[in-house]
């Protein structure tokens, strides 16, 4: 079964059952009060929960049409051992490794496999059928299962949502497209980290050089 999308710079045509829902990062220390961003200053409420709302209907809307819903959830060890240590980038620019490592009696509280702060958002818990990839890095290909995965169900398209548009969700797009996938931005289920022009920026990259942009509207419109 086909569906065509509304999308920019032009429609896209789904293969519903080659076509999978990469939700990224929807976990509570990017999403609810007392996690990373909000630390950091630089959480909105409002904005998050929007973001939420809209992505709980893609998300229901996916599993009703059959499509292969797969949640990424970054996490490291309580000894930060995943995290890459010195000889790393990641260690120093991660932003819960760094506020972890500049602030010890932080440790453990950001990110940390097996804590509240780690677990996906309850509003959009995982249900039987779909299937979670742990990573340890932006990208959601990077040392994980996630090609294999795709791989095993003939995976073709992917739609992305989640959080931040201009890091993990952009990062593990960017890889979709060299990895062969066709990579489709539903815009506004993403939420950026930072000033609104990265998020215009995300949406320009995708839309002239690395895949199709659409909306939740648009998407659920197409699946019912």
Same mark, same amino acid.
């Given at each position: 079964?086909?569906?065509?999308? %509304?999308?920019? @710079?032009?429609?896209? !045509?789904?293969?519903?059952?080659? %076509? ?8 509570? &220390?990017?999403?609810? !009060? *007392? ?21 709980? =209907? ?6 009703? =049409? *059959?499509? =292969? ?5 970054? +996490? /490291? ?7 890459g +240590?010195?000889?790393? @980038? ?18 453990g ?9 780690? #677990?996906?958002?309850?509003?959009l !818990?995982?249900? @039987? ?10 990208? *959601?290909? %990077?040392? %994980? #299962?996630l090609?294999?995965i795709?791989?095993? /169900? ?7 949502? *989640?959080?931040?548009?201009n ?7 960017r ?18 980290? +930072? @000033?609104?022009? &990265? ?26």
């Amino acid at each position: 079964m086909e569906v065509v999308v %509304t999308a920019k @710079p032009e429609p896209v !045509k789904l293969e519903i059952n080659r %076509t999978a829902l990469i939700v990224v990062d929807m976990q509570n &220390t990017f999403c609810k !009060k *007392g996690g990373i961003f909000d630390y950091l200053g630089k959480f909105d409420e409002m904005k998050v929960k929007n973001i939420i709302d809209r992505d709980k =209907k893609v998300i229901d809307a996916c599993r009703n =049409k *059959g499509i =292969k819903v797969v949640y990424l959830r970054m +996490g /490291y060890r309580q000894d930060l051992s995943n995290s890459g +240590g010195p000889e790393s @980038p990641n260690y120093y620019k991660e932003l819960g490794v760094a506020a972890m490592r500049m602030h010890p009696e932080l440790k453990g509280r950001f990110l940390t496999i097996g804590t509240r702060d780690w #677990e996906i958002i309850d509003e959009l !818990k995982p249900q @039987p059928g779909d299937i979670v990839v742990d990573k340890h890095r932006y990208n *959601g290909f %990077t040392n %994980t #299962e996630l090609d294999t995965i795709l791989g095993t /169900y003939n995976i073709k398209y992917l739609l992305f949502i *989640g959080l931040a548009t201009n890091v993990c969700v952009e990062s593990t797009l960017r890889d979709a497209y060299f990895h062969e996938f066709f990579p489709v931005l539903i815009s506004d289920g993403c939420g950026n980290i +930072g @000033p609104e022009s &990265t998020q215009e920026a995300t949406i320009w990259n995708v839309t002239e050089v690395f895949g199709w942009v659409t909306t939740c509207h648009d998407l659920v419109k197409a699946l019912e």
